[in-house]
């Protein structure tokens, strides 16, 4: 009786550390498996912002190549005419415009 008391003592403590073994294993890699769900996470809100920011690079680029004054061609008359286009266009707006209010102003509003 003792004997066998003795063997499956023997048998259960050899067993025991394996089986202590593959707990923490399938514990380990359940924990791997949840740090790599989160860095996927993280690296997908990553390439978003990322992508955020490449487009507002690529907008200010374009906002300061439409500032930047237009070159000068070498011919005087194109460059005259080309410089002056935007500035006669606004004050004939104005000019319209107040024209506009003149008129309004000098109409009988209501009467008939």
Sequence with gaps: MI???GALL???S???PNLLKLWQDRQDKAHELAVLRLQM???AAGHGH?????EAVADMAETAALHRPQSATGLWIVDLLNGL???VITLAFFALRRRQMGAARDHPAGRR
């Design 3 to 5: 004997t066998l008391v």
């Design 10 to 12: 023997g048998l259960l």
């Design 14 to 16: 050899s067993t025991l």
């Design 41 to 43: 996470e993280r690296d």
């Design 50 to 54: 990322r992508l955020a920011e490449i």
């Design 85 to 87: 286009v935007r500035p």
